[in-house]
């Protein structure tokens, strides 16, 4: 089981960058599709972004298109979540997981979980 553990985050003012960073460890992290999920509030994990195993294949929610953008370098076993000009509504706990699958779908399941980081955006 792929072992993961999540930096960056913090507390940024709308329109700033952050960059959250996820290392893998254990497990077969190069042959499975990646992704970022966020909770607001204690709801569900909802998920921002995802990739497949080669990064080739990206996938956004809605909202973030165009201001996010999900990389990962296999051979450092590293996940990578660019988040430029942050809106106060990207607020939440960011969740970097290992999906059950190399190329991610909408409904993806996910087998391993990072520990989270808060990302708070306010002016």
């Known amino acids: 089981q792929v072992q993961l553990i999540q930096s960056g985050g913090g507390s940024v003012q709308p329109g700033e960058s952050l960059t959250l960073s996820c290392a893998a460890s254990g497990g077969t992290f190069s042959s499975k599709a990646m992704g970022w999920l966020r909770q607001t509030s204690g709801g569900p994990r909802d998920p921002v972004a995802a990739?497949?195993?080669?990064?080739?294949?990206?996938m956004y929610t809605n909202s973030v298109k165009g201001r996010f953008f999900i990389s990962r370098d296999n051979q450092k076993s590293m996940l990578y979540l660019q988040m430029n000009n942050l809106k106060p509504e990207d607020t939440g706990v960011y969740y970097c997981?290992?999906?059950?699958?190399?190329?991610?779908?909408?409904?993806?399941?996910?087998?391993?979980w990072g520990q989270g980081t808060l990302v708070t955006v306010s002016s």
């Open positions: 990739i497949s195993w080669d990064g080739e294949r990206t």
């Open positions: 997981a290992a999906g059950s699958q190399t190329i991610p779908s909408t409904a993806m399941p996910y087998v391993a």
